[in-house]
């Protein structure tokens, strides 16, 4: 069966230091890994996804995401927090029939 | 490009009552929309997946009788929450994908729903 782990339901950072958001998978198929933000009280937009191309993969906002295969991991960074950063991270994995599986969240706060 | 709307963004209703949300892909054909429940703090749950012309097939634990979804272009789906109860309040967010890849969805806004 294909799920996620995020490890940290809460991450704080001052701003302007590096924000690392954990997320270990288990996949049973070539996994197809995402990372999505939520605003409060909004829906979800796509950061970045890895689709077995290149290990690492740049989004949008400055984030990227390495996806580490020895260590089922897709972790997700940024060089330099932004007061608009805090927001609701999701780390999701594709299931078997296609559909997405969502990780519990982690909530980015930034620190002035 | 990818634009999903979901109406109304929030809504009030008392229990007992059924409360109607539409979601629509603004500039593609969606041949598939998916529903989620996210409870606060919680992340999303997928309660079913329609295909535009068919009946829609729901997560184990889903009520389908409760939860009514209707996807009857392919531009426009839309879930009914019927005899409403306050346990039902929460985010429901529904997404779209305009392929055959279903992992590939396009988030709608969410619409907050609060049962009174």
């Known amino acids: 069966a294909q799920s996620v782990t995020q490890l940290g339901s809460h991450v704080s950072v001052s701003e302007g230091a590096l924000v690392l958001l954990r997320c270990n998978y288990s996949s049973s198929v070539p996994p197809y890994l995402f990372w999505y933000v939520q605003y409060p009280n909004q829906g979800l937009q796509l950061l970045l996804k890895y689709t077995s191309a290149a290990t690492l993969v740049k989004g949008i906002n400055g984030f990227e995401a390495e996806f580490k295969k020895s260590e089922t991991s897709f972790h997700l960074t940024k060089p330099s927090a932004h007061m608009s950063d805090a927001a609701e991270y999701f780390c999701a994995v594709r299931s078997r029939d296609d559909k997405i599986i969502f990780g519990k969240g982690t909530r980015l706060h930034i620190l002035p | 490009g990818a634009v999903v709307s979901q109406h109304p963004s929030r809504v009030i209703c008392k229990s007992g009552t059924s409360v109607k949300i539409e979601c629509r892909s603004l500039?593609?054909?969606?041949?598939?929309m998916f529903w989620y429940r996210q409870f606060p703090k919680q992340s999303l749950m997928l309660m079913a997946t329609?295909?535009?012309?068919?009946?829609?097939?729901?997560e184990q634990g889903v009520e389908k009788d409760k939860f009514l979804i209707n996807h009857a272009s392919l531009t426009l789906s839309t879930l009914t929450v019927t005899s409403a109860h306050p346990e039902d309040s929460s985010f429901y967010i529904c997404?779209?994908?305009?392929?055959?890849?279903?992992?590939?969805?396009?988030f709608g806004p969410g619409t907050r729903l609060t049962v009174t």
């Open positions: 997404s779209a994908s305009s392929g055959t890849v279903t992992y590939e969805q396009y």
């Open positions: 329609s295909n535009e012309g068919s009946k829609a097939t729901y």
């Open positions: 500039d593609f054909q969606a041949t598939t």
